[in-house]
């Protein structure tokens, strides 16, 4: 225990964690605000204006069709209509149905908590799992690389118990920011919506379904810092984890895109990384090819589909994060520290 | 005396596709007895670091049988850890903590009470400095820090590779002192240290590794009994009587080397045969002294690491003991 306390201080102290962290809130922060700033509460008056604007935009519409049938009469009596220009029939020239116009297109951006708060959480994950990779990777990566870890193993010489607790503490660490940065960001959208939005139609259904997309945003915070913990153990210093990280995103992610996309592969998006972790957090993405055409019995074409689900995610994810922390646990455990 | 550490027939070997096979440890052996203080010379690369980190689990050995305390280690090593205070190689530190801070973080992860931080860090000089980050610190003052965190534990056995690397001469003299101070309160103390002069100075005996082998080990006195030449440096009356005196003597079977104004003696097991071999003849001695050997010529003879004029030794360039059996220069075997 006393280990596990001595590393949460550790965790702490550390200035690396804490500008790190700092910069991820800020980061989170930036756009609660910015969402608030961009979006405007809908109101009569706002309602009116909508109309007023899809009203005049019908009008400018029906101005220039006027124009253009009497230019295309005029011209066709003179003999001299272009007929890449105009129809054969000057009548044909109509200005759109006024339904055509609606007054929704000329609403100011609003921030509606039911519709929208859903897709906020991805970028709330995204951003405190980019920083918990850094911070695992740097907590034990600069440990290896300064001796410390050499220093703390010739007082605690279990070597899994050290590295494990380290990454428990890490771990607390990461979670004592997550949740309650988790819960502002609920509060700030909330704000946002009752402010600069709707809060309508939030029943309890949509609540937990909420509260559920954030546990699963937590967890892959969670997963993606174990990762960069135990890439850098692996490897022993920081750059380890961020090499690897970036040789992963880089060639195995947008190079190999680019390679299946060239090879006229179906659903090149099924290999690519961050596909699972969108269908981890949203439940479910669809992937399609347009390549394909499924004609209906209306005569529309449709493209095939494919899904890949929460489900198939996490088990990507679990197998790579056992994988990795197996690796890191065994060289722990095999491995001569020099 | 009980011993508080035992190592015998160690041996690890880094096995590399491209360099071969290297054995760092070749059979090992050493003993410490409770309340020495130990010196641990070897020539670089001969091994040494190698015995420490081995010992104190951070290297997994290939052979042998290892015991601190009494208990057998690896396995062991979780009961006995926070008896065994160690600094391996260079003093390594986050440096971005304070001394405070560093000594702070160990002292909680191993349970030692806080109040022991203010002793250790008096004693090794760094009270008014702790609140400084390491990374402002100088070689020396990394390893005053070092030390104050092995002597955190208050240890039964402290472990100390090269401790006065980086230490001014003051410095040095102090750390001799605290180590003498140190096994006078009944702490044992393993030094490795390329300072021969020190470790002539403040050791009860020594072991000397080449190779990864044991070449000498004993106590200081006896080892340097053991590897004295037993030369003798010799002055007549009259300068013109020392070519004479050097045949008499070297009829007599001792060798002789002759110097402008003295002859330099060697295999003289009794120096009162030679003033009497000279008066025999009419030659009489001025000056007979039995010339001392130090802890350094002893290692580099031992090692074969003395320097020769227009050569560049290499690291591995040392003695190595042909067996197991040849290791006990001085000593007798394993438990001796």
């Given at each position: 225990?006393?280990?596990?306390?001595?590393?949460?201080?550790?965790?702490?102290?550390?200035?690396?964690?804490?500008?790190?962290?700092?910069?991820?809130?800020?980061?989170?922060?930036?756009?609660?605000?910015?969402?608030?700033?961009t979006n405007q509460k809908i109101d009569a008056s706002v309602r009116a204006q909508a109309d007023r604007q899809a009203e005049q935009q019908y009008q400018e519409q029906v101005r220039y069709s006027q124009q253009e049938r009497t230019a295309c009469e005029r011209d066709k009596a003179a003999g001299a209509a272009d007929a890449n220009r105009y129809p054969p029939d000057?009548?044909?020239?109509?200005?759109?149905?006024?339904?055509?116009?609606?007054?929704?297109?000329?609403?100011?951006?609003?921030?509606?908590?039911?519709?929208?708060?859903?897709?906020?959480?991805?970028?709330?994950?995204?951003?405190?799992?980019l920083v918990g990779f850094v911070i695992g990777a740097s907590f034990v990566g600069a440990e290896w690389s300064t001796g410390g870890m050499m220093n703390l193993l010739l007082w605690r010489p279990r070597r899994l118990t050290v590295l494990l607790t380290k990454l428990a503490a890490l771990l607390t660490g990461l979670l004592a920011v997550t949740l309650p940065a988790a819960v502002l960001w609920f509060a700030g959208f909330w704000a946002v919506a009752t402010f600069r939005g709707s809060t309508?139609?939030?029943?309890?259904?949509?609540?937990?379904?909420?509260?559920?997309?954030?546990?699963?945003?937590?967890?892959?915070?969670?997963a993606v810092t174990t990762i960069g913990f135990a890439l850098a153990s692996l490897g022993r210093h920081t750059a380890m984890a961020l090499g690897g990280v970036v040789a992963v995103m880089v060639v195995g992610q947008f190079g190999l895109g680019i390679l299946l996309s060239m090879a006229g592969v179906r659903f090149p998006e099924a290999w690519l990384l961050p596909t699972y972790a969108l269908a981890w957090m949203q439940k479910k993405?669809?992937?399609?090819?347009?390549?394909?055409?499924?004609?209906?019995?209306t005569g529309e074409c449709r493209p095939d589909t494919f899904d890949v689900t929460w489900g198939q995610s996490s088990v990507l994810f679990a197998v790579g994060v056992a994988v990795v922390l197996g690796a890191a646990i065994w060289a722990m455990r095999r491995r001569d520290i020099s | 005396?009980?011993?508080?550490?035992?190592?015998?027939?160690?041996?690890?070997?880094?096995?590399?596709?491209?360099?071969?096979?290297?054995?760092?440890?070749?059979?090992?052996?050493?003993?410490?007895?409770?309340?020495?203080?130990?010196?641990?010379?070897?020539?670089?690369?001969?091994?040494?670091?190698?015995?420490?980190?081995?010992?104190?689990?951070?290297?997994?050995?290939?052979?042998?049988?290892?015991?601190?305390?009494?208990?057998?280690?690896?396995?062991?090593?979780?009961?006995?850890?926070?008896?065994v205070g160690a600094i391996v190689e260079s003093p390594q530190f986050?440096?971005?903590?304070?001394?405070?801070?560093?000594?702070?973080?160990?002292?909680?992860?191993?349970?030692?009470?806080?109040?022991?931080?203010?002793?250790?860090?008096?004693?090794?000089?760094?009270?008014?400095?702790?609140?400084?980050?390491?990374?402002?610190?100088?070689?020396?003052m990394k390893q005053r820090l070092a030390v104050a965190s092995a002597l955190l534990k208050n240890p039964k056995l402290l472990i100390l590779d090269e401790p006065?690397?980086?230490?001014?001469?003051?410095?040095?003299?102090?750390?001799?002192?605290?180590?003498?101070?140190l096994a006078e309160s009944g702490m044992t103390v393993v030094l490795s240290s390329h300072i021969l002069g020190e470790i002539q100075l403040i050791c009860d005996s020594v072991t000397i590794i080449s190779l990864g082998r044991r070449v000498a080990f004993g106590p200081v006195d006896e080892v340097l009994a053991q590897h004295s030449s037993g030369a003798v440096r010799i002055r007549l009356e009259a300068v013109t009587d020392l070519p004479s005196a050097a045949d008499v003597l070297t009829r007599a079977g001792i060798r002789v080397t002759g110097h402008p104004d003295h002859l330099m003696l060697g295999g003289v097991d009794k120096p009162a045969s030679v003033t009497r071999l000279l008066a025999e003849q009419g030659l009489y001695v001025s000056e007979l002294a039995p010339v001392a050997v130090d802890l350094e010529s002893v290692f580099l003879e031992l090692t074969a690491t003395a320097?020769?004029?227009?050569?560049?030794?290499?690291?591995?360039?040392?003695?190595?003991?042909?067996?197991a059996e040849q290791s006990g220069a001085t000593g007798g075997g394993w438990g001796a």
């Amino acid at each position: 225990m006393s280990l596990y306390r001595t590393e949460l201080r550790r965790l702490a102290k550390r200035r690396f964690t804490r500008y790190m962290t700092l910069l991820g809130l800020l980061v989170l922060a930036a756009v609660v605000v910015g969402t608030f700033f961009t979006n405007q509460k809908i109101d009569a008056s706002v309602r009116a204006q909508a109309d007023r604007q899809a009203e005049q935009q019908y009008q400018e519409q029906v101005r220039y069709s006027q124009q253009e049938r009497t230019a295309c009469e005029r011209d066709k009596a003179a003999g001299a209509a272009d007929a890449n220009r105009y129809p054969p029939d000057c009548a044909m020239i109509q200005p759109p149905p006024r339904e055509a116009f609606e007054s929704r297109w000329f609403l100011p951006s609003t921030f509606n908590f039911r519709e929208s708060f859903a897709e906020t959480l991805v970028p709330f994950a995204a951003i405190l799992a980019l920083v918990g990779f850094v911070i695992g990777a740097s907590f034990v990566g600069a440990e290896w690389s300064t001796g410390g870890m050499m220093n703390l193993l010739l007082w605690r010489p279990r070597r899994l118990t050290v590295l494990l607790t380290k990454l428990a503490a890490l771990l607390t660490g990461l979670l004592a920011v997550t949740l309650p940065a988790a819960v502002l960001w609920f509060a700030g959208f909330w704000a946002v919506a009752t402010f600069r939005g709707s809060t309508e139609k939030v029943t309890s259904g949509v609540w937990q379904s909420f509260a559920l997309t954030g546990l699963r945003g937590v967890a892959l915070v969670l997963a993606v810092t174990t990762i960069g913990f135990a890439l850098a153990s692996l490897g022993r210093h920081t750059a380890m984890a961020l090499g690897g990280v970036v040789a992963v995103m880089v060639v195995g992610q947008f190079g190999l895109g680019i390679l299946l996309s060239m090879a006229g592969v179906r659903f090149p998006e099924a290999w690519l990384l961050p596909t699972y972790a969108l269908a981890w957090m949203q439940k479910k993405v669809t992937l399609e090819d347009w390549q394909a055409c499924n004609a209906t019995f209306t005569g529309e074409c449709r493209p095939d589909t494919f899904d890949v689900t929460w489900g198939q995610s996490s088990v990507l994810f679990a197998v790579g994060v056992a994988v990795v922390l197996g690796a890191a646990i065994w060289a722990m455990r095999r491995r001569d520290i020099s | 005396m009980p011993a508080v550490l035992e190592i015998e027939g160690l041996r690890k070997t880094y096995k590399s596709r491209r360099r071969g096979t290297r054995n760092a440890l070749d059979g090992f052996d050493m003993r410490v007895d409770a309340g020495q203080v130990h010196g641990f010379l070897g020539p670089n690369g001969s091994g040494k670091t190698t015995t420490l980190r081995t010992l104190l689990g951070l290297i997994r050995p290939d052979g042998g049988r290892m015991a601190l305390l009494g208990h057998e280690v690896p396995d062991a090593l979780p009961a006995v850890a926070g008896q065994v205070g160690a600094i391996v190689e260079s003093p390594q530190f986050f440096p971005h903590f304070t001394a405070r801070d560093t000594l702070s973080l160990l002292a909680s992860a191993g349970g030692v009470a806080p109040i022991r931080i203010d002793e250790v860090l008096e004693l090794v000089g760094l009270r008014d400095r702790a609140g400084e980050r390491v990374k402002t610190y100088s070689l020396g003052m990394k390893q005053r820090l070092a030390v104050a965190s092995a002597l955190l534990k208050n240890p039964k056995l402290l472990i100390l590779d090269e401790p006065a690397n980086g230490l001014d001469p003051g410095g040095i003299r102090e750390m001799r002192t605290l180590m003498r101070n140190l096994a006078e309160s009944g702490m044992t103390v393993v030094l490795s240290s390329h300072i021969l002069g020190e470790i002539q100075l403040i050791c009860d005996s020594v072991t000397i590794i080449s190779l990864g082998r044991r070449v000498a080990f004993g106590p200081v006195d006896e080892v340097l009994a053991q590897h004295s030449s037993g030369a003798v440096r010799i002055r007549l009356e009259a300068v013109t009587d020392l070519p004479s005196a050097a045949d008499v003597l070297t009829r007599a079977g001792i060798r002789v080397t002759g110097h402008p104004d003295h002859l330099m003696l060697g295999g003289v097991d009794k120096p009162a045969s030679v003033t009497r071999l000279l008066a025999e003849q009419g030659l009489y001695v001025s000056e007979l002294a039995p010339v001392a050997v130090d802890l350094e010529s002893v290692f580099l003879e031992l090692t074969a690491t003395a320097p020769v004029p227009g050569q560049h030794r290499q690291v591995d360039q040392s003695t190595k003991v042909g067996g197991a059996e040849q290791s006990g220069a001085t000593g007798g075997g394993w438990g001796a």
